[in-house]
């Protein structure tokens, strides 16, 4: 057990995470101290009250935490390129984070490990594998960024299935694991305020693939084609002429995903909206498949997998004009595939927020011809509305959502849509983007 090597680990980030990490750790016989620059002291004894803490420490990290300790537990949330962590990185303190732990646990003969990343699409390809296994008869769970951290899963050697959703913060701590399957969705531009460069974040996510036995990845995708990557499954909205290839085939009017062999599986009436989720869809069932082949119930499974909240979520229908919630649209390339979901449709966008240092005129270029209006909320308002000035549509900055959303449903007429899709995480006005979706829903539903 890796954990045994060391006597006193620091616990940096005391998010649900960090909890998970320390709670892992109380029968370990080891020294534990934690920090968080946001938390108070007080705040984090209460949450760790019946777990044994040597210190406590808070506000901005200094080199003084790290005298007495022999590794470093991050949580995702803490930036690597801190001086205090590169001081520790030249000093050779290990750094190690849930992942280290959770893969010191697993029984890989009996339980198998999906890891899937990318920019965007990641909780709906775990949630919908977690449901397929569990409709097939396995026993499963997803966890990691989606929520329920991997250290919080009970009883990990019964389960048949992990599906982890694994973010570029997670992948970027260097770790010994063994995925039985790595995923990459996508890799479009985020999180810019935490990597110098745009080929750092994407390294991060590539880095799955050093640790798959077998890798599934979108070759739609501008980076990820140019990987090159050999003996890799792959999915595409065209059919491709591979053997391990998985494409969208039409047929009378009806939409089916297809490989090379037999399947044929139709998705025409599932729940999710947009090509963007065809292109979950396949990923989903390509892992699927690597596990079962005999499970003939795929279609009718995928026809009654529920829209997950936050993601292209319909509200409500008020005098004919229907509301969407993609409040999970925290960067520019998920805005657009929201907005690209609606063909011919009047659409009506709230957007805004704090926007990463992302290449805002991308999202320019996309909307344009696409909306009829845009109405902007938060710290980056008046930047989006420079970026969208050529957009030759009318934008407005408001206070709060609630004025945004009024305004759009007084401009709004029947058979329109509006729809919230930030583009922009939610930290300037809210704790975490539901928040935010749900602030955007008990609005409306007073309409």
């Known amino acids: 057990m890796i954990i045994d090597n060391y006597n006193h680990v620091l616990i940096v980030g005391m998010g649900k995470t960090g909890y998970s990490i320390a709670k892992f750790l109380k029968n370990k016989n080891i020294f534990i101290s934690v920090y968080d620059s946001e938390k108070s002291i007080h705040d984090i004894r209460k949450e760790l009250k019946d777990i044994n803490i040597t210190n406590y420490y808070d506000g901005p990290l200094e080199e003084k935490y790290l005298n007495s300790i022999d590794c470093i ?25 849930d992942l280290t732990l959770f893969f010191k646990e697993i029984n890989h003969e009996k339980t198998k490990v999906i890891g899937v990343t990318g920019t965007n699409g990641k909780t709906t390809v775990c949630t919908l594998l977690e449901y397929l296994f569990l409709k097939a008869g396995y026993k499963a769970v997803s966890a990691g960024n989606i929520g329920l951290p991997m250290l919080g899963i009970e009883n990990i050697n019964d389960l048949d299935f992990i599906i982890l959703e694994l973010s570029s913060f997670q992948l970027e701590i ?7 399957v790595g995923v990459i969705l996508n890799i479009t531009e985020d999180h810019m305020d935490r990597y110098d460069t745009f080929d750092d974040y994407a390294m991060a996510k590539h880095s799955i693939l ?6 599934i990845i979108c070759v ?10 050999e003996d890799a499954i792959v999915f595409s909205e065209r059919i491709q002429n591979n053997k391990k290839a998985y494409g969208i085939k039409i047929e009378k009017n009806k939409k089916y995903i ?4 037999n399947l044929k599986i139709e998705i025409t009436n599932v729940n999710l909206l947009g090509r963007h989720n065809q292109l979950n869809f396949m990923a989903a069932i390509a892992t699927f498949k690597q596990f079962d082949n005999k499970f003939d119930e795929i279609d009718s499974v995928l026809q009654r997998f529920p829209v997950i909240n936050n993601r292209l ?11 969407y919630n993609d409040s999970k649209s925290t960067n520019v390339s998920s805005a657009i595939a929201a907005v690209n979901a609606f063909e011919k449709k ?10 990463k240092g992302q290449n805002l005129s991308l999202f320019s270029k996309a909307l344009k011809n696409k909306i009829r209006k845009l109405y902007l909320i938060g710290k980056d308002a008046e930047l989006i509305k420079d970026a969208c000035k050529s957009l030759e549509v009318e934008i407005k900055i408001l206070k709060t959502m609630k004025e945004a959303t009024l305004q759009a449903f007084n401009d709004a007429k029947p058979e329109d849509i509006i729809l919230l899709a930030p583009a922009c995480a939610s930290y300037d006005m809210y704790r975490n983007y539901i928040e935010r979706g749900n602030d955007f829903k008990s609005i409306v539903a007073d309409y």
Not at 82 to 94: D, F, G, T
């Open 73 to 97: 537990a991050l949580s995702p949330g803490v930036d690597l390129r801190n001086p205090v962590l590169k001081n520790a990185i030249k000093n050779k303190i290990p750094i190690i984070n």
């Open 174 to 180: 260097k770790n010994q694991l063994t995925l039985d």
């Open 210 to 215: 050093e640790h798959s036995k077998k890798k």
């Open 258 to 261: 297809v490989d090379q062999s």
């Open 313 to 323: 979520e319909w509200v409500k229908e008020v005098n004919g004009i229907n509301f």
């Open 220 to 229: 739609d995708d501008e980076v990820i084609k140019k990987w090159n990557i």
């Open 346 to 355: 009047n659409i009506f966008l709230i957007a805004g927020g704090d926007s």
